[in-house]
Structure formats: structure tokens, C-alpha cells
């Protein structure tokens, strides 16, 4: 069983998290998703992971979903996630995502 172990520390950009998931298949780097907010209106963004030392490759892998069947699982370096929306937006962190596998696009 393959196991992906998500620790992120408390930082500026998000709240830490501790969490284990069992990886459907390999992780693999991912640059883009499509992020919903608040009102359910998706927006593209770059993804990157965010360390001590700045930004390293953000990963995804497919996981089980007790709703879905399956789910994308992306993160990132000790301090989470940094997306930047395409649409302008400010940037912003998030420890990890589990989104629609339809929602990772490159």
C-alpha cells in the first residue's frame, strides 16, 4: 500500500495540518487546478509547493473518496501550497487540496 503523509508546519500563508492518505497511483508534479472558492465559481491557478526556503514542485496523486469514488490529492513543501489565480487574483495558501480529478489540469 502506498501511503502519501502530508505535514505541513503553521505559517503565514495557512493553518498546519498532519494527515495520511493511500495513493491510488504515483505522485506526479502538477502546475495547474482549478480552485473553488466560497461562491463555487472555479478559477484556474498555478500551484506551487511552499518551503522555509520558497516555492519547490507542488504534487498529485488519485486517492480514495468515500463520496466521489476518487479524488486528486495535491501538496506541497513543509509550509503547504501557494496558488496563484490566472484571473489576477492575490496569491494565497492552502496545506493541501482534494479536488475533482477533472479540476488538475497540467
Known amino acids: 500500500m502506498n501511503v502519501v503523509e502530508v505535514f505541513v508546519e503553521d505559517n ?6 498532519s494527515l495520511r492518505f493511500k495513493a491510488e497511483d ?3 508534479p502538477v502546475k495547474t487546478v482549478r480552485w473553488y472558492g466560497d461562491d463555487d465559481a472555479g478559477v484556474v491557478c498555478d500551484v506551487v509547493g511552499w518551503s522555509a526556503g520558497g516555492a519547490v514542485p507542488a504534487m498529485v496523486c488519485t486517492i480514495e473518496d ?3 469514488g476518487t479524488a486528486a490529492l ?4 513543509e509550509h503547504g501550497l501557494r496558488l496563484l489565480p490566472r484571473d489576477g487574483g492575490a496569491m494565497f495558501g492552502e496545506s ?3 479536488l475533482a480529478p477533472d479540476d488538475v489540469l497540467e
Open 12 to 17: 503565514d500563508g495557512c493553518a498546519g495540518c
Open 96 to 98: 493541501h487540496l482534494r
Open 26 to 28: 504515483a505522485p506526479r
Open 74 to 77: 495535491v501538496w506541497g513543501g
Open 66 to 68: 468515500s463520496s466521489s
